[in-house]
C-alpha cells in the first residue's frame, strides 16, 4: 500500500553535487515527516537528513552545510541536494519516515551514490 521509490544517485568526482528524489504512493508526504538515510558496507545506518510536517529540517553533523532536504507537496516527492560531495558519502540512499525504528515495510531499493576521490 505505502510504496517510496527513490532515484538519482550516480557516479560523481569529489565537490560535484547530486539530486536525490524519494516519490511515495499511498500517503502524502506533506502530512508526514520524511528523512533520508543511508547505508555503506560496514557502516551502520544513519539518518542524514529530515523534515518535518512544518518544514522545519535537521542534518547530521557530517552533511550539515553540503545537503539540504525539501519537499514537493505537489508531486508527492522528497529530495535531497546534495553539494560538495565526498568519497565518505558513498552509499545506498533510502528514505522512509523518521521514526524509531523505522518502518521496515516502507523501505524501498534505495539509489547507489559513489563519490569518486
Known amino acids: 500500500q505505502v510504496q517510496l521509490v527513490e532515484s538519482g544517485g550516480g557516479l560523481v568526482q569529489a565537490g560535484g553535487s547530486l539530486r536525490l528524489s524519494c516519490t511515495a504512493s499511498?500517503?502524502?508526504?506533506?502530512?508526514?515527516?520524511m528523512g533520508w538515510y543511508r547505508q555503506a558496507p560496514g557502516k551502520q545506518r544513519e539518518l542524514v537528513a529530515a523534515i518535518s510536517s512544518g518544514g522545519s529540517t535537521n542534518y547530521a553533523d557530517s552533511v550539515k552545510g553540503r545537503f539540504t532536504i525539501s519537499r514537493d507537496n505537489a508531486k508527492n516527492t522528497v529530495y535531497l541536494q546534495m553539494n560538495s560531495l565526498k568519497p565518505e558519502d558513498t552509499a545506498v540512499y533510502l528514505c522512509?519516515?523518521?521514526?524509531?525504528?523505522?518502518?521496515?515495510?516502507?523501505w524501498g531499493q534505495g539509489t547507489q551514490v559513489t563519490v569518486s576521490s
Open positions: 522512509n519516515v523518521p521514526r524509531v525504528p523505522p518502518r521496515d515495510d516502507y
Open positions: 499511498g500517503f502524502t508526504v506533506d502530512k508526514h515527516p
